[in-house]
């Protein structure tokens, strides 16, 4: 972010000596992450204009070494890609300037998983591919995808063998994302940890919390910590209720994870990325910036949005999404908030924005809990997915089925 408000904070774990780095770079596969953070796939956010935005970022966080982390795009599925929708090929678009370039697929079937992950490494479209074994919504739970089936283990080892086997070739690590589990009765994330160690995966990525939880509750970090001791040969990164920096660095204190994912904590705030690369660094500098200032990121997401779809209006059709998160907790007022509600231009957009008072500083209630959290619920599961760990024959067919029933994203 250019020219924003900076604090010094004490961090939760602070440095022996200023300037003194907190955790390592982060190395998955060949791919050193000089800031061990990642932005996490959100479908419908984490498309190419918005990891621009948290990449530059992340970068002004510690200019001394440029120093980067890893964005993710949102999920893509496997069979969508095999067939080259139009929508999947812009979803794997990236920056000339991305680097590694990530993308994370969603799949339930090994063999098209292997065709998907052919399919990107083979033409150069990715240097990592991160699979989803995380996503708690019931259009993909129900058919036996997302954090339902690490339930299934020997599916799982088959999902994650199949990416490695067609990544490895080409030098492309693969890393596995996955919850708790389905629901407090059924546990898998140390079983599945062990699996995808096993099968080759670079890393291992774990939201604390079960698909029944969705974002209820609160993340339990201890889970993070208990698979840390349990996988010990590859990097462990911890995701859940990273709202700040301090919550970052706690979670490393507390878990001895070697970085963290952050998803809904950015939203509306790509600058956190360098709040996080400087606390890593051993830097106390927070940004806190003022109306003005998150204004101008605001408008420059939207220009972004403006670039990707290459449609003026589907980018402020777009931007529409993100304005309760730029805004959260400044006096703006309800009906300013409808007006950007409705912005169709980028001249509109303008508009508005200079209307604002800038100098109006970061308000405290701004910090905190972002997105919905929802509540606690049953996990939508094929019939009878709970009986065992193996799939029956009806069970294969659900999961046969399942690739060309959800949509890039879900």
């Given at each position: 972010m250019t ?6 904070t ?6 022996s000596?200023?300037?003194?780095r907190l955790?390592p770079p ?5 791919h050193t992450?000089?800031?061990p953070?990642v932005?996490?796939?959100m479908?419908g956010i ?7 935005l948290?990449?530059?970022?992340g970068?002004?966080g510690?200019p001394?070494?440029?120093a ?10 496997s069979?969508?890609l095999v067939e080259?929708?139009?929508v999947?090929?812009?979803l794997i678009?990236h ?8 993308i ?13 992950v052919?399919?990107?490494v083979s033409?150069?479209?990715?240097d990592?591919?991160d699979?989803n074994?995380g ?5 993909v739970t129900r058919k036996?995808?997302g ?5 299934k283990?020997?599916?799982f080892?088959g999902v994650?063998?199949a990416?490695?086997?067609?990544a490895a070739?080409?030098?492309?690590p693969?890393?596995?994302?996955m919850?708790?589990g389905?629901d407090?009765?059924?546990?898998t ?8 160690e096993g099968?080759g995966?670079?890393?291992v990525?774990?939201?604390?919390r079960?698909?029944s ?5 609160q993340?339990d970090w201890t889970r993070?910590?208990e698979?840390k ?8 990164l911890?995701?859940?209720d990273?709202w700040s ?8 204190a ?5 970085g ?5 904590g950015?939203?509306?705030?790509p ?6 690369a400087a606390?890593?660094?051993g830097s106390?500098v ?10 101008a990121?605001?408008r420059?997401?939207a220009?972004?949005?403006v ?9 402020c ?8 998160w730029y805004?959260?907790g400044?006096?703006?007022g309800g009906a300013f908030r409808?007006k950007l509600a409705?912005v ?8 508005l924005?200079?209307g604002?008072?800038?100098?109006l500083?970061w308000?405290d209630?701004?910090e905190?809990?972002r997105?919905?959290?929802g ?10 997915w709970?009986q065992?760990q193996?799939l029956n024959?009806?069970q294969r067919?659900v999961?046969?089925?399942a690739?060309?029933?959800?949509s890039d994203g879900g």
């Amino acid at each position: 972010m250019t020219a924003a408000t900076t604090t010094r904070t004490a961090p939760a774990t602070a440095p022996s000596t200023p300037g003194e780095r907190l955790l390592p770079p982060l190395q998955i596969g060949r791919h050193t992450i000089d800031s061990p953070v990642v932005l996490a796939p959100m479908a419908g956010i984490t498309n190419r204009a918005f990891r621009r935005l948290c990449r530059e970022a992340g970068a002004a966080g510690q200019p001394a070494s440029g120093a980067t982390s890893l964005y993710v795009s949102e999920m893509i599925t496997s069979r969508a890609l095999v067939e080259r929708t139009p929508v999947s090929m812009k979803l794997i678009e990236h920056d000339p300037e991305e680097s590694p370039r990530s993308i994370q697929l969603y799949g339930v079937d090994p063999a098209t998983v292997g065709r998907a992950v052919d399919l990107l490494v083979s033409e150069d479209r990715t240097d990592h591919i991160d699979l989803n074994f995380g996503c708690p919504v019931p259009k993909v739970t129900r058919k036996g995808g997302g954090a339902a089936l690490p339930w299934k283990t020997e599916l799982f080892r088959g999902v994650v063998s199949a990416a490695v086997r067609a990544a490895a070739p080409y030098d492309v690590p693969v890393t596995v994302k996955m919850r708790v589990g389905i629901d407090a009765d059924h546990i898998t994330y140390l079983e599945a940890g062990r699996i995808a160690e096993g099968e080759g995966a670079a890393a291992v990525a774990l939201h604390a919390r079960t698909a029944s939880q969705a974002y209820s509750g609160q993340a339990d970090w201890t889970r993070i910590r208990e698979l840390k001791q349990t996988v010990t040969s590859i990097p462990v990164l911890g995701n859940g209720d990273i709202w700040s920096a301090e919550d970052a660095l706690r979670m490393v204190a507390e878990t001895g994870c070697d970085g963290v994912v952050v998803g809904r904590g950015c939203l509306g705030r790509p600058w956190l990325f360098a709040d996080l690369a400087a606390a890593f660094a051993g830097s106390e500098v927070r940004i806190r910036p003022s109306l003005g200032e998150v204004g101008a990121t605001l408008r420059r997401h939207a220009e972004y949005l403006v670039d990707f779809h290459q449609d003026e209006d589907k980018g402020c059709r777009d931007i529409r999404k993100h304005i309760a998160w730029y805004f959260k907790g400044f006096p703006v007022g309800g009906a300013f908030r409808n007006k950007l509600a409705l912005v169709d231009s980028l001249a509109a957009l303008d508009n508005l924005i200079d209307g604002l008072d800038g100098t109006l500083p970061w308000p405290d209630d701004a910090e905190g809990q972002r997105g919905r959290a929802g509540s606690s619920r049953v996990v939508a599961l094929p019939d009878g997915w709970l009986q065992s760990q193996d799939l029956n024959e009806a069970q294969r067919e659900v999961v046969a089925r399942a690739e060309g029933t959800v949509s890039d994203g879900g």
